[in-house]
């Protein structure tokens, strides 16, 4: 399955090509990602900021378990969270000074996305790489999105622990 990037324009195109719409004269497009830790660490990130610890909008009963961090009114209900806006606060203020201390060259060559992680890359981190994407971090650099997970299938509770036991269990 390709990875798709949203781009600013809305159009969406391969990962592996997304760099390649950008004329070399334009401002670098940096790449913010959503991701669950539930299907792996996102790698060769520029920076990752773990949201795990935060309450998860998604148990709130009012809202559809198909509802993801895309949806106004979930974004809404975990921004409410004042540890939520805390975090968000903290995690724009860390990439905006990687953003301001880097020189021209270096952001044009970024290493990788600045990404946001929960468990299951659906909800939390949906929400804060949306919220970036529109805040932005300033005229030296375009954002666009990636949510890596999201169209993911979440396993239940109970066939995930089965999967982590069987791993553990093949460990010498």
């Not at 195109?13 to 670098?28: H, S």
């Not at 996102?42 to 909008?57: G, I, Q, S």
């Not at 724009?92 to 301001?100: G, T």
């Not at 666009?144 to 269990?169: F, M, Y």
């Amino acid at each position: 399955m390709d990875t798709l990037v949203r781009l600013p324009d809305g159009d969406a195109v391969d990962q592996d090509k997304y760099q390649d719409r950008a004329p070399a004269d334009e401002v670098p497009l940096l790449v913010v990602m959503s991701f669950g830790y539930r299907y792996g660490a996102a790698h060769n990130t520029w920076k990752t900021v773990n949201l795990r610890a935060l309450p998860n909008p998604a148990s709130n009963r009012s809202l559809s378990k198909q509802v993801t961090g895309l949806n106004r009114r979930l974004a809404e209900n975990l921004f409410c969270v004042p540890e939520a806006e805390l975090a968000y606060t903290r995690a724009r203020a860390s990439f905006q000074s990687l953003v301001d201390e880097a020189t021209d060259a270096e952001l044009a060559c970024v290493p990788g996305p600045l990404a946001f992680g929960c468990n299951l890359g659906r909800h939390r981190s949906v929400a804060f790489a949306e919220r970036l994407a529109r805040d932005g971090l300033g005229p030296r650099v375009r954002l666009t999105v990636l949510h890596r997970d999201i169209d993911r299938e979440p396993a239940s509770k109970k066939e995930h622990k089965g999967k982590k036991n069987r791993q553990q269990r093949r460990l010498p």
